[in-house]
């Protein structure tokens, strides 16, 4: 056991529990004192398979022994051709030609890059609470907290920022919001930035960091009609959303459109670094060699990791368990809203759900939310907070999580709300 102490661990990362964690093992994860925790966050929606997932650590193992580093540069590697046919089977046909990086930022500045060298135009449009990354270049991008940007600026210039149809924060019907929402994005093309400058529009289907918030329908279709209406690229962030996560395999399936250019990571490795742009071909063809890349980017035992982890989502039919879990976790916590007013809002996709709290006058409740956390910490299971408030609990199962801990992680959530 090592002796280090977290005195020389950063500050900058932001520390939810004091635990440390020796293993994991599908829903659970294990600290060195011995207790074990049901991890509803997943890592951040990342271990969507589970944690060790059995063929997910075999295929590791298998590509450790045979080669861990293949630079896709120097010498393509069979692993990530064969990401690319799995990948194929579950996305879009239209997008057929795939980049790899590491990490969600990496693939969310190369989607912006493509856009820019795709259109020959300049800015970009995203949407208000919308989280992309830490980069300079995507913090950039993200509006769903100041915390990311602030003592940082100035940004990115060419970033115009447009609004989300955040039904329980407007307060408004879901269509009025909608209707809102893309009359403000009309306006922001005719009076900030136009159409023949705006290279992309950039959108979580469903926003993670900044709440959990399911946008109504209408409101993608209207995205995608006013992009195609201006020749302006629809760049789809599916890095939370993605891989299962909402039950279908990505986000904008939900809403019956289709991204020019779609990026993922988290989920696709089951926990190891990979992400991705993938955008039609005609697109990437404007990406000249060169302009982009990384010298890990794709990596060999990323991509074998990937691969097992779509084959273990389609063989375990892990799309339909996270639609029937998904769906008593709503129910579930549907009920307890109905006993407990705090609990303002609860909304999600899948398994990708959020319960938002709200004080007894009607503001955000950050303190009730972040109890309710610590006190679920106590007695066993890890959640996380989100939104511009943090008043949000987003509860992110594996999709491989069972009945009877859904029923766990509920009445463990139901005692702490109940204490509030
Ligand atoms: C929607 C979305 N985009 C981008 C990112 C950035 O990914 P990473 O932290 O891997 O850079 C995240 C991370 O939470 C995310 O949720």
Redesign the pocket.
């Known amino acids: 056991m090592t002796t280090a102490s977290f005195e020389h661990v950063s500050p900058v990362w932001t520390r939810y529990t004091d635990f440390v964690v020796t293993h994991g093992e599908g829903s659970y994860l294990y600290a060195r004192d011995g207790r074990r925790y049901l991890d509803f966050t997943c890592g951040?929606a990342v271990t969507n398979t589970g944690h060790a997932h059995p063929r997910v650590v075999a295929a590791i193992r298998e590509q450790a022994g045979k080669l861990i580093h293949g630079q896709a540069n120097l010498a393509m590697h069979e692993p990530m051709l064969a990401l690319i046919d799995s990948l194929r089977r579950v996305v879009h046909p239209s997008l057929d030609s795939y980049f790899f990086s590491n990490?969600?930022?990496?693939a969310?500045e190369g989607a912006l890059k493509l856009a820019r060298a795709a259109t020959g135009r300049p800015n970009v449009i995203v949407f208000q609470g919308s989280?992309?990354?830490?980069t300079v270049g995507?913090m950039s991008l993200t509006t769903s907290k100041t915390v990311y940007r602030a003592g940082y600026q100035p940004l990115m210039p060419g970033v115009f920022v447009a609004p989300f149809p955040y039904v329980y924060r407007y307060g408004w019907e879901p269509k009025t919001t909608v209707d809102w929402c893309l009359e403000e994005l009309r306006f922001l093309l005719m009076t900030q930035t136009a159409p023949e400058e705006t290279a992309a529009m950039l959108i979580?289907p469903i926003l993670?960091?900044g709440g959990y918030v399911v946008p109504p329908p209408g409101f993608l279709e209207g995205v995608r009609a006013l992009c195609d209406e201006h020749g302006i690229l629809l760049i789809v962030?599916e890095?939370?959303s993605g891989m299962g996560r909402t039950g279908r395999w990505w986000g904008y399936e939900h809403f019956g459109i289709v991204p020019d250019i779609l990026t993922l990571?988290?989920g696709i490795a089951s926990g190891l670094p990979l992400?991705g742009v993938i955008a039609r071909e005609e697109l990437m063809e404007h990406w000249k060699a060169g302009t982009h890349g990384g010298t890990f980017g794709g990596n060999v035992v990323a991509c074998a990791a990937g691969v097992a982890t779509i084959a273990a989502i389609q063989e375990e039919h892990l799309l339909e368990n996270a639609r029937a879990r998904g769906l008593q976790l709503m129910t579930g916590l549907g009920h307890l809203q109905e006993e407990q007013p705090r609990i303002g809002d609860v909304r999600g996709l899948g398994l990708m759900v959020g319960a938002e709290f709200t004080a007894p006058d009607g503001k955000p409740d950050k303190a009730a939310a972040k109890q309710v956390v610590h006190e679920c910490l106590d007695q066993g299971l890890m959640l996380l907070t989100c939104g511009p408030w943090d008043n949000t609990i987003r509860v992110i199962p594996p999709l491989t999580v069972s009945e009877a801990e859904i029923q766990e992680g509920l009445a463990i959530f139901a005692g702490a709300v109940r204490r509030l």
Request: charged share 30%; no cysteine.
């Open positions: 951040i990490s969600g930022a990496e969310i989280f992309h990354g830490r995507t979580e993670g960091e962030d890095i939370q990571a988290k992400s």
